[in-house]
Structure formats: C-alpha cells, structure tokens
C-alpha cells in the first residue's frame, strides 16, 4: 500500500511541470500504463489531477483549494516562537516577531531580555513604522506602486536626530533593505535602542513576517548588535523553512547581500536608561 501512496504522489511533482499523457507517466514512474491509469483514475476522482481533451492530465482544482486552505489556516505567530525563544536563548536580547496587517505593522510575539534594561514594546502594538526594522523588511516587499501610494500618505515623526525624515528617504531605505536582506534600526526611535531584523517569507518567497533582536546600547553597542545579524537570518531562514512546509524559500531579494562585517554601523551615543518592566 505504501508503494501505491508513494507512487501516486510522484505523479504531483511531474504534473506540476506541466500536462503528461499516461505513456509520460508511466515512463516517469517506471511502471506499466495498466498501473499508472489506475493511479491517475483513483486521484481524478479526488479532484487531484484532471484529464483534458487531448487525453493528457493536469494537476485538479482541489489540489489547488487544499493548498490555499492549508496557508490560510498556518500560524505563522506558532510555528516562529520555538525558533524566537531559541534566539533568545543564544543572543539574550529581546526578540520580535511581526507582521503587516491594514496599513500596519504589529508585534504579534515578544521573547524579553534576560537582562534588566526592557524593552516597552507591546505584543499586539502597532509599531513606529517609519523607522523600526520589522517595519522595513515588511513595507520593502510590498509591490512598488502601493509602497510609494503608503510612503506619501505616512508621517514622518522626529522621534530622534535618526528618524527617517521624509518619504523620498524612507523610499531609498526601502530600496537599500530589499536589496541587503535585512534592516537596522539603530536609534531611530528610541536614542538608546538598537534593532536588527531579517524577514520571513512563504512557499513564494514573499514576506510574511519579519522577526528582530534589539537592545539598549548600555548592554550592547550597535556594532556589537550587528554581528548577531547571520544568527538572526538564519533564525528568520528556519523559520521560512518550516513555514513553507520545508519548501525551498525563494527570496524575492538578493541573498548576494553585503557582509555585516563590512557594514559601518552609525553607533548612537551610549546612553544610560532606568530598567523599567
């Protein structure tokens, strides 16, 4: 039975590169046509594969509805936080996950810091969208013309000397971290706070969510902060991973993306902050 299974669902892959006539399947499966008929019967009447009128097979409308129904029904928020709460673990910052939704960007999971100084941010908070790094990865995969309508229509608040000003300069920032693969915050909305990120995509490689490492720069300098940047891709790749089913994620920016080590941080003065809860 398990041969059966397994050879029914070879089929998928070799339709998924285009209609087949039963001989083409047969031949792929190294099987007799006798036995490749049966198996293409039994998923037609699942709604699996469809026969055309030329006699060849096509993967089926339900295979598409399971497929769609499936992402529809993932959680991106649970399958991340064992991969946060790892990230965590290793770096001892406070990790963020997020995600775009209505015109916002939303902490959906927080791991804290295991060091005294915390951050204030909220799970279920929308954040300062013009200058956090969760809100780049996110707003930079959005197609060009609804990212230039949304970047028109923000405000740009001064909430530092580092604030992103205007949006012509949110625009090329935008443009910069979808080319990189990754986005810092370093002090720009909070003098004292630091944050790097790297996004997490779905079986078509689009951004889904965005996770992050922040700190204050009396724990961690910026410098400091962005070499922990490959462990917070590689934290945001596994996530993709599991995500997508174990598919391959293929990014929609380039992964020939500059070495952190070579990227001159702009450090904010270091900055004494009170702990707060």
Known sequence: ?????????????????????????????????????????????????????????????????????????????????????????????????????E?????????????????????????????????????????EPELRTLAERLTYPAYTSRSTPNAAAFLKELATVREQGWATDFGGHEESINCVGAPIRGTDGRVVAACSVSAPNVVVSAEELLSLLPLVRRTADEISREYSGGAPVSASVSHASQNPSQ?????????????SS
């Not at 497929?67 to 290793?90: G, K, S, T």
């Not at 001159?264 to 702990?275: F, L, R, S």
Request: contains cysteine; aromatic residues 4%.
């Open 1 to 101: 039975m398990s041969q059966t299974v397994d050879r029914a669902l070879s089929i998928l892959p070799l339709l998924a590169e285009g209609p087949a006539n039963l001989e083409q399947v047969a031949t792929r499966l190294g099987v007799h046509k006798s036995t490749a008929l049966r198996l293409l019967r039994t998923l037609h009447e699942h709604g699996m594969v469809y026969r055309q009128q030329d006699q060849r097979y096509r993967l089926g409308a339900r295979l598409f509805a399971l497929a769609q129904e499936a992402v529809e029904n993932l959680d991106v928020r649970e399958i991340a936080h064992p991969h946060l709460m790892a990230l965590n673990e290793r770096c001892g910052h406070t990790v963020h996950l997020a995600v775009y939704e």
């Open 103 to 143: 015109n916002e960007v939303l902490y959906i999971d927080k791991v804290e810091s295991r060091y005294p100084v915390r951050m204030y941010s909220r799970i279920g908070k929308p954040v300062a969208i013009t200058v956090a790094a969760v809100a780049k990865l996110l707003l930079a995969d959005l197609p």
């Open 263 to 275: 990227v001159t941080a702009e450090t904010p003065e270091k900055k004494a902050e009170e702990p």
